[in-house]
């Protein structure tokens, strides 16, 4: 069974045997031994031991406190903070360790060493370096630990909520679909069925570009990536069927470039923009108009601009926006005057977003003498538009 990304993202809970692995880390190591070595060079002008000696000695005693410092890291307890503990146990463990290390050179005799008054200034003098320097190390360290446990926990925050975040897109885009795709097909039979009602003689070969309507838009429900190409193809035989309906006053151009034909396309988009071309500006208009569809790649950006151009009635007529203006979701709407509009333009500019992120946008621009050309721009394809689709 596949594991969702969510399932992915939680880290299974660490072991004692890894726990004290990343407690004794090679880098740890490494830095207790150098610390011991500079311990015991200063520390052996007041001994007569030979400078070795001295420096083995203190070599063990460090690894000791290293090895106790991992070990108290398993603490767990409500009244003992763990570092407060790991620090006790340094403190416990350097006077231990030193009388431990010298009592090989006694014959194992705790006497011996505590009687002989060089031995005595021996152990204190270590067990006080020890104690001087141990307990800021740890503490230094634990704070480190401290500081890196928390990116990683914000890090694998980070990594939930994006595994949420694709989870809520991919069904939101899956919702946004439903949404679409009906509203076409439902339309489009709506348009052949009052030809047939009318007795149109129109009517048998507008059945037959809803056939090739319907050939070109089937292939595309399943498809969650589709291809500029096959949209220009759907968007082509759409604008067949609706010069079927109105012959006189709806012409239109469709020229996308065989170098664009592979390029990522929303699905559905360019068709979106094409009904509302129809529905809202070539459909009021007394004469009708023309509707251009084009594309191409910004020479400079490196942006794919994708157009829909039409010369119906234009954004002044219903109290849209100034020409050449980028407006927001409301004034889109104005211009076109329908509230359905709003719901298809809301989906258009989220369906743009989930493909090609903030970058991706819409724009609408008012065409001289009148007329709009409705334009989707796509950042040009990278990691983050990839992710994003």
């Known amino acids: 069974m596949n594991r969702s990304p969510v399932a992915l993202a939680e880290s299974p809970?660490?072991?004692?045997?890894?726990?004290?692995?990343?407690?004794?880390?090679l880098k740890r190591v490494l830095l207790t031994l150098a610390l011991a070595v500079a311990a015991a060079a200063a520390l052996n002008p007041i001994f007569v031991t030979p400078f070795p000696v001295v420096l083995g000695r203190v070599l063990v005693i460090a690894l000791v406190l290293l090895l106790a410092f991992a070990v108290a890291s398993l603490?767990?307890?409500?009244?003992?903070?763990?570092?407060?503990?790991?620090?006790?146990?340094?403190?416990?463990?350097?006077?231990?360790?030193?009388?431990?290390?010298?009592?090989?050179?006694?014959?194992?005799n705790l006497m011996n060493v505590l009687s002989h008054e060089g031995r005595v200034w021996g152990v204190l003098s270590i067990t006080g370096t020890a104690l001087l320097i141990a307990p800021v190390l740890a503490l230094g360290a634990l704070y480190r630990q401290r500081d890196a446990e928390a990116r990683c926990e914000r890090l694998e925050f980070e990594l939930k909520r994006s595994a949420l975040e694709k989870e809520a897109l991919d069904a939101r885009l899956k919702l946004l679909h439903a949404q679409i795709e009906p509203h076409f097909l439902f339309n489009t039979l709506a348009n052949v069925q009052?030809?047939?009602?009318?007795?149109?003689?129109?009517a048998a070969p507008v059945l037959g570009n809803l056939i090739a309507y319907l050939r070109a838009a089937m292939p595309q429900l399943d498809q969650a990536q589709a291809t500029l190409g096959s949209e220009a193809a759907l968007v082509r035989a759409y604008l067949d069927l609706m010069q079927m309906r109105m012959p006189d006053r709806l012409s239109f151009a469709v020229q996308?470039?065989?170098?664009?034909?592979?390029?990522?396309?929303?699905?559905?988009?360019?068709?979106?923009?094409?009904?509302?071309?129809?529905?809202?500006?070539?459909?009021?208009?007394?004469?009708?108009?023309?509707?251009?569809?084009?594309?191409?790649?910004?020479?400079?950006?490196?942006?794919?601009?994708?157009?829909?151009e039409d010369s119906?009635?234009?954004?002044?007529?219903?109290?849209?926006?100034?020409?050449?203006?980028?407006?927001?979701?409301?004034?889109?709407?104005?211009?076109?005057?329908?509230?359905?509009?709003?719901?298809?333009?809301?989906?258009l500019?989220?369906?743009?977003?989930?493909?090609?992120?903030?970058?991706?946008?819409?724009?609408?621009?008012?065409?001289?003498p009148h007329g709009v050309r409705a334009q989707i721009v796509l950042p040009p394809a990278g990691p983050a538009s990839v992710a994003a689709s």
Do not use: C, K
């Open 194 to 202: 009052a030809l047939v009602e009318g007795g149109s003689p129109r």
């Open 75 to 108: 603490w767990r307890s409500s009244w003992l903070p763990r570092w407060l503990a790991q620090v006790l146990a340094i403190v416990l463990a350097a006077p231990l360790a030193t009388v431990a290390v010298y009592l090989p050179s006694v014959g194992g």
């Open 312 to 347: 119906g009635v234009g954004m002044r007529l219903h109290g849209g926006p100034s020409r050449n203006s980028r407006p927001g979701p409301h004034e889109e709407i104005a211009h076109r005057g329908a509230a359905p509009q709003a719901t298809g333009l809301a989906n």
């Open 256 to 308: 996308v470039a065989p170098e664009l034909a592979d390029e990522p396309f929303p699905s559905m988009a360019l068709l979106t923009l094409v009904e509302n071309a129809i529905r809202h500006g070539i459909d009021p208009s007394e004469q009708g108009g023309h509707i251009e569809v084009g594309a191409r790649r910004g020479a400079t950006s490196g942006e794919l601009q994708v157009w829909v």
């Open 13 to 25: 809970m660490p072991t004692v045997a890894s726990r004290l692995r990343a407690e004794l880390s």
């Open 349 to 368: 500019r989220a369906r743009l977003a989930a493909h090609g992120g903030p970058a991706a946008r819409l724009e609408l621009l008012e065409r001289a």
